[in-house]
């Protein structure tokens, strides 16, 4: 590709580790000549993206944990601090409990709900409002979504009513930050092999019924996913806003 991002600021939320998705999307925002700002909770994962960002055009590595206001604040001061404006926010961030992911949905804990809606859906929210001021020239905020939003997927249980809210959050977001310029957009990637997604119980199940029955035959690739986000941050996209865009080999499509 062309420098698609060339010299753009983007900040990229969610890297756990090299399978995450939003270390794909570092990786192609970097072959695109951005400049990245990754985010980190804790130490552990602090460690992890130090050592990732290495092979990145990183210029800068912030803390942030986004079940805290303070220091969802605190992104923002920092990021007001490298004096150049924000063109592009990638937000990779969704959890809900391991138990809630295995025993039907209606056993749901209110504890549960509450913390999967707090961190994968209501961050976007807080993250955006942190973001929207240094987005001066416009640009593009997106998060990543999953088919479980609109159709029930064994297993996926809380974080699909999460996803659901997240999409919604989507389109109100699209519309009150358009008269900015800033266009606010979902990808919905079909089943990938990430840390986070072991957690699903069958989720080998999930892979294999993409490759037999998707109209692409095949599991849906982290590159893929990566140079959709590409697209999103780009003026390519300048008209796309308040969208889902599937990423997922065609599976949406499917009555089965």
């Known amino acids: 590709m062309a420098d698609l991002l060339n010299g753009q600021l983007c900040l990229i939320m969610g890297i756990a580790n090299k399978w995450s998705l939003a270390y794909a999307v570092a990786e192609a925002f970097s072959r695109e000549g951005a400049r990245l700002v990754l985010t980190y909770a804790g130490e552990q994962q602090q460690s992890a993206v130090e050592s990732l960002s290495q092979n990145l055009n990183v210029e800068k590595l912030l803390p ?20 150049r404006p924000v063109s592009a926010v990638v937000h990779s961030l969704a959890f809900a409990n391991r138990e809630d992911l295995v025993r039907p949905f209606v056993e749901t804990s209110r504890e549960g709900y509450l913390l999967a809606q707090n961190i994968s859906s209501y961050s976007l929210v807080a993250v955006a409002r942190a973001a929207a001021p240094l987005m001066t020239e416009g640009g593009s905020i997106m998060t990543m979504s999953y088919l479980g939003a609109t159709r029930v997927v064994p297993n996926y249980n809380v974080m699909g009513v999460a996803k659901a809210a997240l999409e919604a959050s989507v389109r109100y977001l699209a519309s009150d930050l358009g008269t900015a310029n800033i266009r ?73």
Do not use: Q, W, Y
């Open 64 to 83: 942030c944990d986004v079940t805290k206001d303070d220091e969802i604040v605190r992104l923002g001061v920092d990021l007001s601090m490298l004096g």
């Open 184 to 256: 606010v957009n979902a990808i919905s990637a079909g089943a990938v092999k990430t840390a986070s997604a072991r957690a699903i119980k069958d989720f080998s199940l999930l892979l294999s019924t993409a490759a037999d029955r998707s109209p692409l035959h095949r599991a849906t690739e982290p590159a893929e996913v990566a140079d959709a986000a590409v697209f999103l941050a780009s003026p390519l996209s300048r008209g796309v806003t308040g969208n889902v865009l599937f990423v997922d080999s065609g599976m949406h499509i499917l009555g089965i």
